[in-house]
Each structure stands twice: as structure tokens, then as C-alpha cells.
């Protein structure tokens, strides 16, 4: 069962608290709460709840108001509660109606929000918060005018004139791991092994525990690490020690699982794998966490094995990290670091306002994402950009023709050999200005990455890391909506102030508009005789 507070039914006088002096109406919190669509992003997450079985579900407002908190602040998840619970404006801000001292919900409610959302919800949401936007800025009266029949809802994405410049580019989410060398990767895999052979031993009877040398491995890894300068010939020779001790140990293990399914048929019991010619059903020894790290296991230990017989330092599908094998190694060519860790991105830049519209844990090309991100653009606003920014490596001749055809303008050098005709140097400083603001993008990922640990993913699963990175980007729109929401309140009573000191006072009533929340056209509300 679905429970949900709406948006209309908190006010800022009926909070009540123990406190004695009120709320500010200021307050950074309660701005935002009053900017935020509550009632349309709750329609979004209600889409994955049954509103009819099951238990109640925690407050939907709240839900939205705690993974706001999280990620603005950047705090994990138990810190998450506890701020909620000890913060008056973060209890408002979430839709509570009085202050409390008991925790809203657990914390561990926040991985399955993450489960249940993915990145494809954070996507819907993100596209509300960019309508918001929208609506808030200023336009002139030609364009005020919306098509409004009902009975032909594809009319928002009818062809009209281009406008606005889209700014794409693509990045690596990465993931805080910890980095990862052959070396550390075979010392914690064997580790790993010696675990999972402890386990499977307790549960046998009568059996001497295998001879792993521990021990010595434990010690020949503390020398290794130790030495600052390491030559090939050491690297080699610690590799090739350590693939013996995990091939070892992943032998021993194999024979544990015998010998425990020897004992259980013996006993008459049910068994621990599938056989249809048998009544035994399957039921594996080791909980599912260690069944998955076994199979890692094995997978890493074929991949260390041929690197090091083929004497090559690449393959196919290579694990960098046991706990989360779907991490892949993205080589960028970064003067920081040439190989980064993590999921890659695809995202766009349109006014200040930035979404993800592809997430990848494989490398891939990113200019074949360039027509997605313009027919996206096209969905949300109605129309194609007239500017196209973008990195050399999404102007290919297939990429090119596309926009081409779609009328669509771009900045960068052009194929083939130099123009003769030099440019003027008007059009020198307009191709420059226009080239730069390509950067934005650049620092869209800057901001998410410093700001909101876009380079440092917590999660611990593939799909909750992509709401993870969905959830970063969600954030930083709402910033930038809570920006223009004060840029055009300020200008709002700037302009109130010119109408009531410079015009006619009978007027005033013409331009007052109360809430900043809702859209100031000029336009609009000045008088036909003032025009």
C-alpha cells in the first residue's frame, strides 16, 4: 500500500516543534521544498509500489526528501537518518507534520529505495526538474504560445524552429574501489579461498584440513608489497607463486564439496547439487554472497593464468575486484590517470540543467550516442538545438550528414583539407566564444565528481551504483533550480520596485505576483497601453 502526503497539505505554519521561535520562511530547506514538484516525482516512485497489497509503505515525500538530503549533503546512509532525525527544517523538508526524535525509517530502506528506482526513474525525474526549469525562466510573448488540444498529445514534438545549444560529452563514474593490480587482485583472491575453505571444513566430519601455507603466503606478500621499485623479473615471480596457491586452494575446495555431498547422501539427507537422475535437491554449502565469490574466483584465476602463459596484460571481460566484478577498466588518456575504474556516461548540458543518457560498465563509442541525445533534447523541448557542442570524436562523416539533414549547426574543425577562404576576424571571435562553451560540460562533470562524489561510487551493486550516478545528476539540477528560482525573484522585485516608484500606482495590481515558485512572464503582465 502506497502512503503519500501531499504536496498541499504541508504549510510552514502548521509544523509544530517544541521550539520556541518559528521556522524561518527563508530557510534553504524550506525554499526548495516550496521549488520541488512533489506530487510529480511521487507519481514517478509510486509507479513501482502496489497500491493495493502489502504493507504500508513509508511516506512517499519522505522517500524523495531523503535521497535529496543524502546526496546535497553527501552523507551515507545511517548518517542520512540520523540528520533527518536530529534536523527541524530536514524533518519539514521531508513532509513530516511535527518534529520527532525517532528515526524515520532504518537506514538500510535506502538500498532498496536505490533497487527499486534505477537510473531509468532518476532519468523521469530528472526531466521533471528540467520542465520546472523551464518554466520558470522568462519568455517573450511569440513564444508564450502552446499548443493546447487534447486530443493530439504528440503535437509538443511537432518540427518547429531550432533554439537552444545542446553540450554533450561522455565521462567514467568511478568506483571506490581499491586500485587494482595483478598482484593485489591474486593476494586478496587467495585470501578469499583460504575463507571459503574454512567454511566448508567446519562442515565435514572426520576429514584433515588441507595444508594451504597461509602462512608463508601471508609473508611472501608483506616482502613484495614492501619493496618501493619492483622489477619485472619480481612481479613474475610473486604472480607465479600466487597462481599456484589459488589454483591449490580452489582444488581443495573442490574436494570439500565432494566430500560434504558424500556425507549428506550417506546420512540420507538432502543434497547440495541438481541431478535429475536423483531425488537430492540442490542446496549449495556456502551462503549466495560466498557462491558468487566462488565463482569470481575461478573466473579470476583463468584470467591471471593466461596473462601471465601468454605474457600479455589484457583480456577479454578482465575482473578488477572480486566484491564487484562488473567493474571494468576504461582507458581515457587522462594526464591524471590513463585507466579509470567505473561505469562510463554519456550526459548532456542544456542551460545549466544536465542529464545521463547512457550508462555503460563496458567502454564503448560514445558518438554513437550523439542521435539519442538530440531526439532526447527534441522529446523534452518540443524542437531540435540550433548548436551542436561537441568533442571531435562525435563529428564523424555518419554523425555529420545526420545533423546536416536535421538542420542542426556544429562547431569544430571540418573534414578533409583547410578552407582557402580565411575567416574574418568576427567570425574567428564568434567560432572561439562558441567553442568555449563546450566547457560547461566539462564542468558539469567537475561538479558532480568534487562536489557530490561522482568519483567515488559507495554503492555496491551494478544497478544501485546507476542510481547512484542518476541521483548525483538529479541533485545538481535541483541546485540549479533552486539558482533560478532566486536569479528570477530578484529581477521580479527589481522590476516591482521600477513599476511602483516609476509608473502609474493604479497599475501596481497588474504586476504583483507572490509566489516565486510559479512562472513571472513580463511579457504577461504588462498592460497592452505600457507595450
Not at 261 to 270: A, G, S, T
Not at 460 to 480: H, P, Q, V
Amino acid at each position: 500500500m502506497i502512503k503519500y502526503t501531499p504536496s498541499n497539505q504541508l504549510s510552514l505554519s502548521e509544523f509544530s516543534h517544541p521550539f520556541e521561535q518559528e521556522l524561518l520562511s527563508d530557510n534553504r530547506w524550506v525554499k526548495l521544498a516550496q521549488l520541488i514538484p512533489w506530487d510529480a516525482l511521487a507519481k514517478v516512485y509510486s509507479n513501482k509500489l502496489n497500491a493495493r497489497n502489502g504493507r504500508e509503505s513509508i511516506d512517499v515525500r519522505m522517500v524523495i526528501g531523503a535521497i535529496i538530503v543524502k546526496h546535497k549533503i553527501g552523507l551515507n546512509d545511517r548518517e542520512t537518518v540520523a540528520m533527518i532525525s536530529e534536523n527541524i527544517y530536514l524533518q519539514y523538508f521531508c513532509g513530516l507534520k511535527c518534529f520527532q526524535t525517532k528515526p524515520p525509517f532504518h537506514p538500510t530502506v535506502l538500498v532498496a529505495i536505490r533497487k527499486r528506482m534505477g537510473a531509468v526513474n532518476f532519468d523521469s525525474w530528472n526531466t521533471l526538474i528540467i520542465e520546472k526549469a523551464d518554466s520558470l525562466k522568462p519568455k517573450r510573448a511569440s513564444n508564450i504560445q502552446k499548443d493546447t488540444e487534447e486530443d493530439a498529445p504528440n503535437q509538443c514534438v511537432s518540427d518547429s524552429k531550432h533554439k537552444g545549444k545542446l553540450k554533450i560529452d561522455a565521462s567514467v563514474a568511478d568506483q571506490r574501489i581499491v586500485f587494482p593490480t595483478d598482484a593485489g587482485l591474486l593476494n586478496t583472491a587467495r585470501k578469499e579461498s583460504e575463507r571459503i575453505i574454512d567454511l566448508l571444513y567446519e562442515q565435514t566430519q572426520g576429514v584433515n584440513k588441507p595444508r594451504d601455507y597461509r602462512r608463508v603466503a601471508r609473508t611472501e606478500y608483506l616482502v613484495f608489497s614492501k619493496k618501493r621499485r619492483k622489477t619485472t623479473k619480481q612481479i613474475n615471480k610473486f604472480i607465479r607463486k600466487q597462481l599456484g596457491y589459488t589454483r591449490r586452494n580452489l582444488s581443495y575446495i573442490e574436494k570439500l564439496l565432494d566430500q560434504i555431498e558424500d556425507q549428506k547422501k550417506d546420512e540420507h539427507l538432502p543434497g547440495m547439487f541438481t541431478d535429475l537422475s536423483t531425488a537430492y535437491p540442490c542446496k549449495f554449502p556456502l551462503p549466495k554472497r560466498d557462491q558468487k565469490i566462488y565463482w569470481v574466483l575461478q573466473l579470476i584465476y583463468e584470467q591471471q593464468n593466461y596473462m601471465y602463459h601468454e605474457k600479455v596484460n589484457s583480456v577479454k571481460n578482465r575482473i578488477v575486484n572480486i566484491y564487484q566484478p562488473y567493474v571494468r577498466p576504461i582507458p581515457r588518456g587522462k594526464d591524471k590517470v590513463s585507466t579509470e575504474f567505473g561505469a562510463k556516461i554519456s550526459a548532456s548540458e542544456i542551460d545549466g540543467m544536465s542529464r545521463v543518457e547512457h550508462i555503460s560498465w563496458d567502454q564503448f563509442n560514445e558518438s554513437k550516442d550523439l542521435v539519442l541525445q538530440v531526439e532526447s533534447y527534441r522529446t523534452t523541448f518540443g524542437h531540435y538545438p540550433e548548436l551542436l557542442l561537441a568533442d571531435q570524436i562525435y563529428l564523424n562523416r555518419e554523425n555529420r550528414k545526420w545533423l546536416k539533414e536535421k538542420g542542426i549547426r556544429i562547431v569544430g574543425k571540418p573534414l578533409g583539407r583547410p578552407p582557402k577562404q580565411e575567416l574574418s576576424a568576427y567570425q574567428k571571435r564568434k567560432l572561439k566564444k562558441e567553442r568555449n562553451q563546450r566547457n560547461l560540460i566539462e564542468g558539469k562533470f567537475g561538479q558532480a565528481k568534487n562536489a557530490y562524489g561522482l568519483n567515488k561510487i559507495k554503492a555496491k551493486r551494478k544497478d544501485t551504483s546507476e542510481s547512484w550516478i542518476s541521483a548525483i545528476f538529479f541533485i545538481m539540477n535541483l541546485i540549479n533550480l533552486s539558482k533560478i528560482a532566486d536569479k528570477y525573484a530578484i529581477f521580479c522585485a527589481l522590476f516591482e520596485n521600477w513599476i511602483y516608484t516609476k509608473l502609474n500606482p493604479k497599475i501596481k495590481g497588474c504586476f504583483y505576483n507572490t509566489d516565486v515558485t510559479k512562472p513571472f512572464f513580463i511579457q504577461n503582465y504588462i498592460p497592452l497601453e505600457l507595450k
